[in-house]
């Protein structure tokens, strides 16, 4: 349908993709205009994609699909021959992101290892996210103020994303503490690709092992902002799976990471 159309008249710095689909005289364009309600007239709202971060199936390349998202400009997704399911059958697992949120001193850390060592010893790949790991590069521009965290969170969203698509179990260990942020992340794995997993252990626990000292330091006032002290946690409402204390005792770190491997295995993450 779109083939009797011809590119909108400025075009903003069309890159070499857009140049050679516009000389192809069949440019179907989301232009930064359009993206912002303006469209270009002429009925080019059309042509918009209900989901702009959708894939785009160039099926037919006379026909492709430019997009704007966010700054990026005239942009065309490209897909590849081999697929998530080409991958998960070379793997023999389900391509997925357990996401660990709790306090800190929770047994994030903890858990993560764990679980990555169980699966390992299984035969099968996994690849842990650790927040503060991660701070030390990818995210060493970001502080602890609220819209920091939230683009931390969606940083390692987007990454474990990448993870999961490569087919890899990817256990992503953040306090994460705001449930939008977290949802976020959710709403980018669709198809139950998203644990959650929540360290439901009492803050009183978590200050009393303080290993790094920093329930001390916050409780002081020599570090501000600290979660749980003088910045919130927003526990989940309905994550897959909750770590708890039984009987006063927690869950030893295998245990933690058996109830995690048993939900995989139940769930078939643990087959291709
Ligand atoms: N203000 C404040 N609040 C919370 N945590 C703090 C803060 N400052 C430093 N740290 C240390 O940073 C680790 C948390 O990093 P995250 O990237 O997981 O945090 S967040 O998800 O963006 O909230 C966290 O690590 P864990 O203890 O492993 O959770 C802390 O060691
Ligand atoms: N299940 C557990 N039982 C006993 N101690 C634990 C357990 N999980 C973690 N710990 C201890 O608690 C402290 C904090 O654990 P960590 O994994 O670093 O938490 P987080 O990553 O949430 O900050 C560490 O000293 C760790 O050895």
Request: aromatic letters at 6%; glycine letters at 10%; hydrophobic letters at 35%.
């Amino acid at each position: 349908m779109a083939a009797s159309l011809s590119a909108p008249p400025a075009l903003p710095r069309a890159s070499p993709a857009a140049a050679r689909v516009r000389t192809a005289g069949a440019v179907r364009v989301r232009t930064a205009a359009a993206a912002l309600g303006g469209g270009y007239g002429g009925g080019m709202e059309q042509f918009h994609r209900e989901d702009p971060r959708s894939p785009v199936s160039v099926e037919n390349p006379e026909n492709p699909v430019m997009s704007n998202i966010g700054k990026s400009t005239n942009i065309l997704w490209h897909n590849c021959p081999v697929g998530q399911s080409d991958r998960q059958k070379l793997l023999g697992q389900k391509g997925c992101v357990v996401w660990i949120t709790g306090l800190s001193g929770s047994g994030k850390s903890t858990l993560a290892c764990a679980l990555s060592r169980e699966l390992h010893c299984r035969g099968h790949l996994t690849y842990v996210l650790d927040g503060d790991n991660l701070r030390h590069g990818l995210n060493r521009d970001l502080s602890f103020k609220a819209e920091d965290r939230a683009e931390n969170i969606r940083r390692v969203g987007e990454v474990a994303k990448l993870f999961a698509d490569a087919g890899i179990i990817c256990i992503a260990s953040l306090i994460s503490p705001y449930r939008r942020d977290r949802d976020a992340c959710r709403a980018l794995l669709p198809d139950s690709k998203f644990i959650e997993v929540f360290m439901d252990l009492p803050l009183k626990i978590c200050e009393a092992r303080d290993p790094k000292g920093l329930y001390k330091l916050a409780r002081t006032g020599k570090i501000k902002g600290f979660t749980g002290i003088d910045d919130p946690y927003e526990p989940p409402v309905n994550g897959e799976i909750v770590i708890k204390m039984k009987d006063g005792e927690c869950p030893s770190p295998k245990a933690m990471a058996k109830q995690v491997l048993c939900y995989l295995e139940e769930n078939g993450y643990l087959h291709a």
